[in-house]
């Protein structure tokens, strides 16, 4: 892979990353390198999770933020609106996906980047990097702060063939970062595994004709029903049997009749939409209920974690 | 004119249609001796495209009734695209296609003879038109180069399907190299578009003849019409340019057929981007006009009832762009056919004319310009000129 004898400037300054404002500066260089394969690489290889994961946020947003770290690489989707926000948190291990991996955040206690970005772009490159044999994303300013996706395709000729994305970031000062922290697990009422994905989109899919109002509600007896109610009609679907994680508070679900559903009333679309972007069944899905406040999903996609939160309507 | 196209053909008879329609709106239907030309130009008059079926293309293939001048027409593009709308049902159920103009009666007739039985005909409502043809010759391109669809069709994969304009040029190594081209946008904005390049090298390409830095910019959603059929044919697809500002030529060609697309390529009017190694492209003065550029000359040529559509070339007030242009002149064929004027072509094939006096053109254009020798038998009085000539 000729990528790994290119050298690159390491730690050039004391500032990290960009900083706001454009013009010429130092740049920081964080350069991820994946690891090659001579092989065709099917759709559950490594890259496929993170291709996966951007082509789902391109589904739920139009932007989000990319987070890198010296541990980990995260999504963020933080929805600021007052009425009841949505937000998303997504995580991957770097040492998982990729062979090298260096950056410098703005100081030794602010180890972090965070970029915005269109999560259109994102997915579009990372989706050509699906028969990839070699793949380098790096923090460069080409008129602009760019992330620059290049990827070396495989090739049945002799000569290599080269893709490079250059996508447009915008690097968020340090002073809103507050805002895009990893939201605290809610202490949850209930918790309980998933059905199928697939089967409970097209089921929301079709409710979502008769109402925007949708009732999420579970206990702890493995049952989970999905319940809309019109001043016509009232559907619910039940699903059971579907496990309950074993609980954090040992206390808290002594004490709780298992009958006992916790319920939350959002907004059907919110969870449509997330359930659109689930292409795949996750390695692990569960759902946790805060009665009356909000609903949390926490995924885990292969070593790629996810949590999706609705909050209940006001 | 009566033709019959059987078994596969008609699928790719109706790729052909599907890749014009990606051009222009109105589809010119002209029977020649060497084959049935199916042609379109876009609006702007940036884009020219053009079919020839051979006659060995077709069952049979009459381009006139015996002792009849051969008819030709225009047809709304969405008409015609309409009969072979699902090339997948046209694939499974049609046997036989039929089209028929002239004889009993003032439509187009095209028939089909799908599977049990089944007929179904079409009378598409038609006008009597003027020859459209362009004057264009790949061999006086000094850049040239040829590869399958498909390694151009892999090449286009990365880029946004909504991209109007893509940069072709030759980068360092002779690596062939494709880019998204972003028009400038203003200082301030904050949308930036996303960038993509793609570097293909040399050995993917059958040939490859071009000078590292030359680079053209021009639309890719047109030239995506040709490549999707030139991928659905397996056949290899030529590139011919120039300059920066002179027109690109696209070809591809078998020995039953072949398609040409003419497009028209961004002038430049700096030279920077070291990474292609080739010039920096401009954005273009929208749309060329649809002033055509007489050669009063020309007005002698045997055909003159072929008419002129010429893209112009006008130096824009604020002064370097220059928009490409094609002059399509009268009794001109492509020198891929080469016809009984080829001796005519050579000496004024890709001449660039001048602005031309837009009121003298349209004083020519609009006056009777037929010999009556040629003039077209057929019920219908021409009327296509008009239209033509306001733009």
């Known amino acids: 892979m000729t990528s790994v004898s290119e050298g690159f400037p390491r730690g050039t300054s004391r500032q990290g990353g960009l900083r706001p404002g454009g013009g010429t500066r130092p740049m ?18 490594w890259l496929y999770p993170a291709a996966g994961v951007s082509a789902m946020i391109a589904k739920l947003a139009k932007t989000c933020t ?35 991996f260096q950056m410098e955040g703005v100081s030794a206690e602010n180890n972090a980047i965070y970029l915005e970005l269109m999560s259109e772009n994102l997915s579009r490159a990372l989706k050509t990097a699906q028969n990839a044999r070699a793949l380098k994303i790096k923090l460069t300013n080409k008129h602009f702060p760019c992330l620059t996706v290049s990827i070396e395709l495989l090739s049945v000729s002799s000569s290599s063939r080269i893709v490079t994305h250059d996508i447009p970031v915008k690097v968020i000062p340090r002073k809103l970062w507050k805002d895009l922290q990893e939201p605290t697990v809610p202490v949850s009422d209930v918790s309980i595994y998933l059905p199928v994905l697939r089967t409970m989109k097209s089921i929301v899919e079709k409710m979502k004709n008769i109402s925007n109002h949708l009732i999420i509600e579970a206990n702890l007896s493995g049952e989970l029903n999905l319940k809309i109610e019109t001043e016509l009609v009232c559907v619910t679907t039940h699903f059971k049997d579907l496990g309950n994680p074993p609980s954090a508070s040992e206390d808290a679900s002594r004490d709780r009749d298992p009958e006992q559903m916790a319920e939350v009333h959002i907004d059907i679309r919110k969870l449509l939409q997330f359930l659109a972007g689930q292409q795949v069944n996750p390695t692990k899905a569960v759902c946790n209920i805060v009665s009356n406040k909000i609903v949390h999903f926490d995924l885990l996609h292969e070593d790629v974690s996810l949590q999706y939160f609705i909050p209940a309507f006001s | 004119m009566k033709c019959l196209v059987t078994g596969g053909n ?51 293939y009459q381009a006139a009734a015996p002792g009849q001048e051969a008819l030709r027409c225009k047809i709304l593009m969405k008409s015609f695209l309409a009969v072979f709308r699902s090339l997948a049902t046209v694939e499974r ?69 909504a991209l109007a304009e893509v940069t072709l040029g030759i980068g360092c190594g002779r690596r062939v190299i494709l880019r998204s081209y972003q028009e400038e946008e203003e200082a ?17 390409f059958q040939q490859l003849q071009a000078q590292e830095g030359v680079a053209i910019t021009f639309c890719l ?4 019409g040709l490549l999707s059929f030139a991928e659905s044919a397996n056949l290899s697809l030529s590139v011919y340019f120039d300059a920066p500002g002179r027109p690109a030529i696209f070809a591809v060609s078998d020995s039953l057929l072949d398609g040409h697309f003419v497009l028209a390529t961004l002038s430049e009017s700096d030279l920077h981007s070291p990474a292609l190694c080739s010039p920096e492209l401009r954005r273009l003065a929208p749309p060329l006009q649809a002033h055509s550029t007489p ?11 072929s008419y002129m559509i010429a893209m112009e070339t006008t130096a824009d007030s604020e002064g370097s762009r220059a928009v490409p242009s094609i002059s399509l002149f009268p009794g001109l064929r492509p020198p891929c056919s080469p016809g009984p004027y080829s001796e005519d072509n050579e000496a004024e094939a890709g001449t660039q004319p001048e602005t031309p006096p837009p009121k003298k053109f349209r004083s020519l254009f609009f006056g009777s310009i037929l010999a009556p020798a040629h003039s077209p038998p057929g019920p219908s009085p021409v009327l296509a000129e008009d239209s033509e000539g306001e733009g």
């Not at chain 2, 301030?188 to 993917?204: R, W």
């Open chain 2, 93 to 161: 159920s049609v046997e036989k296609c039929c089209i028929s103009l002239g004889g009993r009666s003032s439509r187009l007739v095209v028939q089909l003879h799908c599977k049990y039985g089944v007929r179904k005909t079409h009378n598409l409502s038609f006008q009597d038109c003027e020859s459209l043809q362009a004057v264009f010759d790949p061999a006086l391109c000094s850049n040239v180069l040829r590869a399958p669809a498909r390694v151009l069709g892999e090449a286009v994969l990365p880029f946004p399907p």
């Open chain 1, 66 to 100: 990319l987070r890198i770290s010296p541990q980990k690489l995260n999504f963020i989707l933080s929805d600021k609106v007052a009425s009841g926000g949505v937000s998303m948190w997504c995580e991957l291990e770097q040492e998982n996906f990729f062979r090298e």
């Open chain 2, 188 to 204: 301030d904005s904050t949308v930036k578009a996303m960038v993509t390049e793609m570097s293909i090298g040399q050995e993917d």
């Open chain 2, 10 to 60: 008609v699928k790719v008879l109706g790729k052909a249609v599907h890749s014009l329609s990606r051009i222009g709106d109105e589809l010119y239907l002209e029977p020649l001796e060497d084959g049935l030309s199916l042609r379109t130009v876009n609006s702007s008059r940036s884009a020219y495209a053009c079919f020839l079926f051979a006659p060995l293309f077709f069952q049979q």
């Open chain 2, 295 to 305: 050669h009063l000359d020309d007005f002698a040529n045997d055909d003159i009832d």
């Open chain 2, 221 to 224: 959603k047109e030239f995506r």
């Open chain 1, 28 to 45: 920081q260089w964080s350069q991820l390198f994946c690891p090659g394969t001579l092989a065709v690489l099917p759709a559950d290889s």
